[in-house]
């Protein structure tokens, strides 16, 4: 069994900035490419971010130049440094990850968190 456990949102005033993580854990054999994506109300899940296990990443254009995503494969936690927040920014942040388990390590599957608020509002 495997679980994506988001954290860091909040509440964070236009302008500002806020670290999200999300931790991976249980039966892991191996981590390959974990994304960051955001939903707001009424709208579509989009797609902000992505890393490989090689630490190769892409970002969606409206983040380039304010987002940031990194990894620390000894802690299977990718991290998303969110900078000058916009109010239309505010939505669920969703971390998902491509993994492979000790029960069948020559596969993977795409697990997904449970999401992390982040209101940008003054």
């Known amino acids: 069994q495997v679980q994506l456990v988001e954290s860091g949102g909040g509440l964070v005033q236009p302008g500002g900035s806020l670290r999200l993580s999300c931790a991976a854990s249980?039966?892991?054999?191996?981590?390959?490419?974990m994304r960051w994506y955001r939903q707001a109300p009424g709208k579509h899940r989009e797609f902000v971010a992505s890393?490989?296990?090689?630490?190769?990443?892409n970002l969606s254009d409206s983040v380039k130049g304010r987002f940031t995503i990194s990894r620390d494969n000894a802690k299977n936690t990718v991290y998303l440094q969110m900078n000058i927040l916009k109010p239309e920014e505010t939505a669920v942040y969703l971390c998902?990850?491509?993994?492979?388990?000790?029960?069948?390590?020559?596969?993977?599957?795409?697990?997904w968190g449970q999401g992390t608020q982040v209101t940008v509002s003054s």
């Open positions: 890393i490989t296990n090689g630490n190769s990443t």
């Open positions: 249980g039966s892991i054999f191996k981590i390959y490419s």
């Open positions: 998902n990850a491509n993994i492979a388990t000790m029960r069948s390590s020559d596969s993977w599957y795409t697990y």
